[in-house]
């Protein structure tokens, strides 16, 4: 069983800065890709940035030049400093990873979800 428990979420003035955690854990034999989503009320979830387990990352045109993601492959936990934060950034954050875990004799990849963590921005 794998987790992926968020923390650092918020609520912070415009202009302001916070910074996401993820820390997966349990039974992981490697982790691949890690990545950050959001919910906005009555929209779809949208990607905000992934990372490679090589370092390679990718953002959406919203955040570029505002929001980081990173990795710590030792302590399996991607974050995301997100600064110069808009009202329109509010959202639910969700962390996405997909591991590679034991199962029976084989090793497969399974992607996994956080639970979700409220950033809300106000104006």
């Known amino acids: 069983q794998v987790q992926l428990v968020e923390s650092g979420g918020g609520s912070v003035q415009a202009g302001g800065s916070l910074t996401l955690s993820c820390a997966a854990g349990?039974?992981?034999?490697?982790?691949?890709?890690m990545g950050w989503y959001r919910q906005a009320p009555g929209k779809q979830r949208e990607l905000v940035a992934a990372?490679?387990?090589?370092?390679?990352?990718n953002y959406a045109d919203s955040v570029k030049g505002r929001f980081t993601i990173s990795r710590d492959n030792a302590k399996s936990t991607v974050y995301l400093q997100m600064n110069s934060l808009k009202p329109e950034d509010t959202a639910v954050y969700y962390c996405?990873?997909?591991?590679?875990?034991?199962?029976?004799?084989?090793?497969?990849?399974?992607?996994?979800w956080g639970q979700g963590i409220r950033v809300t921005v106000s104006s």
């Open positions: 996405n990873a997909d591991v590679r875990v034991f199962d029976l004799d084989y090793v497969k990849t399974y992607a996994y």
């Open positions: 349990g039974s992981i034999f490697s982790i691949d890709a």
């Open positions: 990372i490679t387990s090589g370092g390679s990352t």
